[in-house]
């Protein structure tokens, strides 16, 4: 039996099985996570889920505390994490999936780190390849399993939010290189690495990045980007329960 973690960001809410779940509390000395990790078993292994906003969903990025909930899962057992992140599409269209390969971390002023503290030695972690390779394998398997479409590599460009970007930074990303941008990749990636459990991601493209998806002024007042974020959450959300499902059948 294996321990699987999943972390869920915006859409979190469409992410099926949590109805009969057990909430585990996971207050740790990083403080106290977002939400009560969720547990319940799938396929003979265990699964926890960790709303990454909160259960309200209104915690912002650039609040997250992200190390109070990476420990709650160690804490609680999580052999791996597979982590849900929702994503504008630069090089990708809206509605697709992506399993990152590689980011750039634009954030900053978040606590990055676990080695912050004046007692014990600081660990330089590797942090080549940001993504472990075991899991994002069997989350491209589990994708052809499940009958879903995926881009199976791409750059995650992780921004400090919580407002969108200019047309004008989306052109930067994308000159360095992104395929995709969000806000919620960093820190928790690394401090995954830092834990030593085995991270990787499901992208889910739920709008074109500024600049890319045609007329932006009619999305002025936000309202028209939002309703396009939410129908896109629910149809990948609902890919991605599906993928993670043929996931746990494999282990």
């Known amino acids: 039996m294996t321990v699987v973690a999943v972390i869920g960001g915006t859409g979190a809410d469409y992410f099926p099985g949590r109805n009969d779940a057990q909430l585990l509390a996971g207050d740790n000395a990083w403080g106290q ?11 003979g292994h265990t699964v926890m889920f960790l709303a990454r906003h909160g259960l309200s969903g209104r915690i912002p990025p650039h609040r997250v505390n992200y190390r109070a909930n990476l420990q709650a899962l160690k804490d609680a057992g999580a052999e791996q994490i ?15 999936l992506v399993i990152p390969d590689q980011l ?16 014990g030695p600081t660990e330089f972690i590797e942090f080549t390849s940001p993504y472990n390779s075991n899991v994002r394998q069997k989350l491209i398997h589990a994708c052809e399993r499940a009958g879903v479409s995926c881009t199976s590599r791409g750059t995650y460009g992780v921004t400090q939010g919580p407002r969108l970007e200019t047309a004008a ?4 990303l994308e000159r360095d290189g992104c395929d995709v941008v969000g806000m919620t990749a960093m820190p928790e990636t690394a ?3 830092e834990l030593g459990i085995p991270y990787a991601a499901l992208a889910l493209i739920v709008n074109a990045a500024a600049g890319r ?19 896109y959450a629910r149809a990948t959300m609902a890919d991605a329960a599906r993928v993670i499902d043929a996931y746990l059948s494999d282990l």
Do not use: K, M
């Open 191 to 193: 401090l995954a690495r």
């Open 82 to 96: 597979i982590a849900l992140n929702a994503v504008g599409g630069i090089s990708v269209p809206a509605g697709e």
């Open 33 to 43: 996570p977002s939400a009560p990790i969720e547990q319940w078993c799938a396929h």
């Open 169 to 172: 930074e989306i052109d930067r």
């Open 104 to 119: 750039i971390d634009y954030t900053w002023g978040r606590a990055h780190t676990f080695y912050d503290a004046a007692e």
């Open 213 to 231: 998806g045609g007329d932006d002024g009619v999305a002025a007042d936000g309202g028209a980007i939002h309703s396009d974020i939410v129908r």
